[in-house]
């Protein structure tokens, strides 16, 4: 032992005292999913935005990660594990068990010219379980291609050659036991127990190729419940290729014993696939001459309101934005729309004022934009034209145009000409869709893939209906229920798996929605139907949002019943109805970064809040993570505790470069318990309204003049 603290103890020395410029080697991402060795962590992290998918494949394991750079210190990652595990005899193996974790590592100390970098960090720190670590590490750069790391782990990362915790106060380590119910955060396992030294190295031969070497802290020792790996070595070995931009592939030698691949695929949330954009370059400001500026009124004889609206209409079109109101006095036009193409509505707004330029009589010195969605007009940003006129090609014209407009709430439907925008009322499409949920009793997955058509009758710009029917490829399995974990709930969730199984279409939702402005910063939505896979009934929702203002307040109530596992139109099968809802605090901290609080009565009928912080980038990536805690009993409620997940969502444009308001998201769950468990319905409010509100707008009001 005292060899091996000898080396780490080396390694750190080197590491600290080792005059070397900060972080310049390229970062390879570990077997756990954020930046590492081969298992071991490294204290260096990813730039900022940076979001990372690694698949790790050796013989008795299969593992996914999700990774992403939260913040410049913050980073996190949520990993899926298929792994042999040892049974409760220590001896026999359970093949292919399926284990959730989650990570996070915080940066405590920049690298500098003389200091390294440290980070503290856990892994699998939301469960007691089976790859629970906590760290402390340190990594400096030595040159431009040479990274030397070492540290010190407990938990699984203290199992090999283990010393008494230098934390005299968490000496001892609870056992872990495979009765506790998942999901539970084990603050007594945290940095508790027996510690032991890692360490290693990594260096980039070229721009494509690597080597990695560690010394690792996990014994993977042969006991009940632990993972199957024979260790004959302490040393780890790999080499990383790089064959293109935000691609890594690793083969590695785990233990002497093992050989593994993993491949990584990386991309920037601040720096998008399509650069700032491919989209069509917008019209230029028609600038007025001074005694065109000058007049006081216009001539409506030989400009008719008519006209006006029919050319400004044309030129929106050309936009991808629909006209639906006008109203023109001498020296003000006010604009309602809906902005179909652009993902910012800063965007939009910067494309519906140039176009206003060219129709606009030379009197009208005012312009009133309303973006709309859903039939409801959700904020009024006033223009003057004169400053369009002066800003368009000066420098510093993004800040100095947001200082010089004027958000407030969006004005009465009195005065507008409505406008016939041409749409038509009845819509459809087909389209193949892929899930994958962890919602089954036993805690398996459940996958699932097909076809689905959708399709929508618009009977008033508010009023809608929708609906879905949806032919599964995959999900063919005609399981019969297995035993009910949680006897004292009903089974709200953990038998999602069972609808829709029997090979034949099904109708996945069928609702009308009405959405309405019933007061000054008032917002609601009345759905009625098949809201949902499981679910149908009516649910309601008003929000409070002011325009100028960082926070909201909602309130949503839903009476609803559950739908038979068939998904046809009965409710027989389960005879469950229940009275459920929510009052919603939602707050923007700046910066993309977004809150939500919500307290009230789940599907179970049990009560309880959610907590959901997201990271919103300017390019339209988000990523965001939730915990729902209940009245529900850890033993009532079974493996999962609590309801908790992270959900990415990458819009269409990020990957495109094409303007485009379409995205696409994955939530990653533990097990989806019965407690804490939420109605799934399309169109809730605030993520309509706040996109064309101050604090959105200014996220992404750089791109005004584009």
């Known amino acids: 032992m005292r060899a091996k603290a000898f080396l780490a103890t080396t390694a750190l020395t080197t590491v600290i005292g080792h005059q070397a410029t900060a972080q310049t080697t390229d970062l390879n991402y570990g077997q756990y999913g954020l930046p590492g060795l081969v298992e071991m962590p490294i204290a260096q992290s990813a730039p900022e935005g940076e979001i990372a998918s690694t698949i790790v494949m050796r ?112 000496s001892t380590r609870p056992t872990f036991d495979e009765t506790t119910p998942e999901g539970q955060l084990a603050t007594d396992q945290w940095f508790a127990g027996d510690a032991a030294f890692f360490g290693g190295a990594s260096y980039q031969i070229n721009d494509k190729w690597g080597v990695t070497a560690e010394y690792s802290s996990i014994a993977y020792p042969q006991e009940a419940y632990a993972p199957v790996l024979d260790v004959n070595s302490s040393y780890n070995f790999g080499v990383t290729y790089r064959p293109a931009d935000g691609v890594q592939v690793a083969l590695a030698s785990l233990y002497g014993s093992e050989i593994s691949l993993s491949a990584s695929f990386v991309l920037n949330a601040n720096n998008r696939p399509g650069m700032s954009g491919i989209e069509g370059a917008p019209a230029p400001i028609k600038v007025r001459s001074a005694n065109v500026r000058a007049a006081q009124t216009w001539d409506r004889s030989t400009l008719p309101e008519a006209g006006l609206r029919a050319a400004l209409q044309a030129l929106l079109e050309i936009e991808g934005i629909r006209l639906t109101g006008l109203e023109v006095t001498d020296t003000t036009a006010r604009v309602r729309y809906v902005n179909t193409r652009y993902r910012s509505q800063a965007q939009a707004l910067g494309r519906v004022s140039r176009m206003m330029t060219q129709i606009m009589p030379g009197s009208v010195e005012t312009f009133i934009l309303e973006p709309e969605q859903r039939g409801i007009p959700l904020s009024a940003t006033t223009i003057q034209r004169s400053d369009l006129e002066a800003l368009e090609n000066r420098g510093g014209a993004s800040e100095a145009m947001f200082e010089r407009a004027q958000f407030s709430d969006a004005g009465s439907d009195a005065g507008l000409t409505a406008v016939d925008t041409g749409a038509p009322a009845f819509s459809w499409g087909i389209s193949p869709y892929f899930t994958l949920n962890s919602l089954s009793t036993d805690g398996s997955m459940s996958v699932d893939g097909g076809l689905k058509l959708s399709a929508r009758y618009q009977i008033t710009p508010q009023t809608v209906i929708s609906g879905a029917i949806v032919q599964s490829l995959l999900n063919n399995d005609g399981k019969d229920p297995v035993v009910d974990t949680t006897p004292d709930l009903q089974n709200v969730r953990t038998d999602g798996g069972y609808y829709g199984d029997d090979g034949v279409p099904v109708l996945q939702s069928l609702a009308i929605t009405h959405y309405g402005r019933p007061g000054t910063n008032l917002y609601s939505r009345v759905s009625a139907g098949y809201l949902e896979t499981m679910y149908g009934g009516v649910s309601t929702e008003l929000l409070w949002k002011p325009v100028e203002s960082s926070f909201g307040f909602g309130a949503e109530l839903n009476y609803v019943a559950q739908r038979d596992t068939d998904m046809g139109f009965g409710f027989d099968e389960y005879d469950y109805d229940v009275l459920t809802g929510h009052v919603s605090a939602y707050y923007d901290f700046g910066d993309g970064i977004h809150s939500q609080l919500d307290l009230g009565r789940y599907l179970a009928g049990d009560w309880g809040g959610r907590v959901t912080l997201a990271r919103e980038y300017d390019n339209g990536v988000q990523i965001s993570a939730y915990v729902s805690q209940t009245e529900v009993s850890y033993e009532d409620f079974g493996d999962g505790s609590y309801n908790k997940g992270v959900r990415i969502t990458i819009p269409q444009d990020f990957l495109t470069g094409q303007p485009s308001r379409k995205d696409y998201g994955t939530t990653l769950r533990t097990r989806s318990g019965d407690g804490g468990a939420m109605l799934n319905v399309d169109g809730r409010l605030y993520n309509i309204v706040r996109d064309a509100h101050h604090d959105d707008l200014n996220d992404t009001w750089g791109r005004f003049w584009r």
């Open 59 to 170: 013989d008795g394991l299969f593992r996914l990660n999700f990774a992403g750079q939260l913040t410049d210190r913050l980073s996190g990652s949520a990993s899926y594990t298929v792994t042999d595990l040892y049974d409760s005899t220590g001896v026999g193996i359970d093949d292919g068990q399926f284990e959730r974790s989650f990570s996070l590592q915080y940066r405590l100390i920049n690298e500098s010219e003389y200091l390294p970098a440290v980070a503290i960090g856990m892994r699998d720190f939301l469960n007691p379980g089976r790859f629970q670590s906590e760290y402390l590490v340190a990594t400096k750069s030595i040159g431009d291609n040479l990274a030397v790391t070492a540290g010190l782990g407990w938990g699984a990362m203290g199992t090999h050659e283990g010393f008494d915790n230098p934390i005299s106060g968490r």
